[in-house]
């Protein structure tokens, strides 16, 4: 809105530039044609997945290490249970309760894979959508601007309606390259490095787990996640 307000600004007319039936056409064109392409429930994920990426502030692996050393220190599967109600994440409650449980690494590490390799498929699949999106508003626009020119060369008269409707025609396409550089694709660059980033926080999460369930050295547990 920004960007098309100070072109607005540059070109001296608003009505032209600021055309909402272009954009609308272009959004709601590629919202139909993504909603046809994916499952609703594929767009109420992505919409809550959003929300988190721009409040959730920026993993703290440190902190993460110091759980993970904090839980290898305890020796008995007794005191590891009292301490499930007090961890937030919960991958790896999940993980300290398959140790509780008596599962061996092995198990847990097949379980654990799983479940990250889950987690990280239905990220990708909401990074998909927004890429669809971006691909899917340019090519939108450019089928708007076609049915405005071929409207306009049906009504060949004035020259000067001629050249405002050939204008109008081709803000569908300046909208389409709006929405696909300045919406979709931040939103999918955005969203894939916060699944980079969770996928780092899992696989740290992981690897501990495994230490905690062989019940490995408190201070190379430590040392070998920092790595």
């Not at 071929?150 to 405002?164: F, K, T, Y």
């Amino acid at each position: 809105l920004l960007f098309i307000g100070l072109s607005a600004a540059i070109m001296g007319n608003t009505t032209t530039t600021l055309n909402l039936k272009s954009g609308l056409l272009v959004l709601g064109g590629a919202l139909l044609i993504g909603f046809l392409s994916y499952p609703l429930k594929s767009y109420n994920d992505l919409i809550k997945t959003l929300f988190l990426v721009f409040k959730t502030p920026e993993p703290n692996y440190r902190e993460l290490v110091k759980r993970i050393e904090r839980l290898a220190r305890i020796n008995s599967n007794l005191a590891l249970e009292k301490e499930l109600n007090e961890i937030e994440n919960l991958f790896l409650r999940k993980g300290i309760e398959l140790v509780v449980d008596g599962y061996d690494p092995y198990e847990i590490y097949n379980i654990m894979e799983q479940e990250y390799e889950l987690y990280i498929s239905r990220k990708e699949s909401l990074i998909s959508i927004l890429t669809t999106l971006q691909k899917l508003a340019p090519a939108i626009g450019f089928v708007g601007t076609i049915i405005g020119l071929i409207n306009v060369l049906e009504n060949m008269g004035d020259p000067v309606e001629m050249g405002r409707g050939i204008a109008i025609a081709l803000q569908t396409t300046l909208y389409g390259l709006l929405f696909a550089n300045f919406l979709f694709l931040p939103l999918s660059k955005k969203l894939s490095a916060y699944v980079k980033s969770e996928a780092n926080l899992l696989y740290i999460i992981l690897e501990g787990l495994m230490d905690i369930a062989k019940f490995r050295n408190t201070k190379a547990v430590a040392y070998r996640l920092q790595s």
